[in-house]
């Protein structure tokens, strides 16, 4: 993500935010990372979805869905739905096994 220049924006699509910017890392002369909710961002955007469903409505704002899938088609079709991000959070934490319990 550090790899463009700094007047580029950035979109993330992801089930949560990831490469968030480190300030501890910006003292060591590595500028990188999300901005997300920094007051300085001017750039980063962050749409949490599940990836296929985030992209699907993409193309769908931008007109392109047609497209989007004629291509997809071309590669063997959309793969099945997972679970969407309420499924997620709403899952039961799992237990963690130790020697007593095991």
Same mark, same amino acid.
């Not at 920094?38 to 993409?58: F, M, P, Q, W």
């Given at each position: 993500?550090?790899?463009? @220049?700094?007047?580029? @924006?950035?979109? /993330?699509l992801n089930r949560e935010p990831v490469a968030k910017y480190n300030?501890? #890392? =910006?003292? #060591?002369?590595?500028? *990188?990372g999300f901005r997300f909710l920094d007051a300085s961002n001017y ?10 469903? =985030? ?5 769908? /704002? /931008?007109?392109?869905? *047609? ?13 099945? @739905?997972? @679970?969407? +991000?309420? %499924? +997620?959070?709403? %899952?039961?934490?799992?237990? %963690? +096994?130790?020697?007593? *319990?095991?």
């Amino acid at each position: 993500i550090d790899k463009v @220049p700094s007047s580029c @924006p950035r979109l /993330l699509l992801n089930r949560e935010p990831v490469a968030k910017y480190n300030p501890v #890392m =910006a003292l #060591m002369g590595r500028d *990188t990372g999300f901005r997300f909710l920094d007051a300085s961002n001017y750039r980063d955007v962050c749409h949490l979805a599940n990836c296929d469903d =985030a992209v699907k409505e993409l193309a769908s /704002l /931008l007109a392109w869905s *047609t497209h989007l899938d004629a291509y997809v088609d071309k590669c063997g079709g959309w793969p099945l @739905p997972g @679970p969407v +991000i309420e %499924q +997620i959070s709403a %899952q039961p934490e799992k237990k %963690q +096994i130790s020697r007593e *319990t095991a």
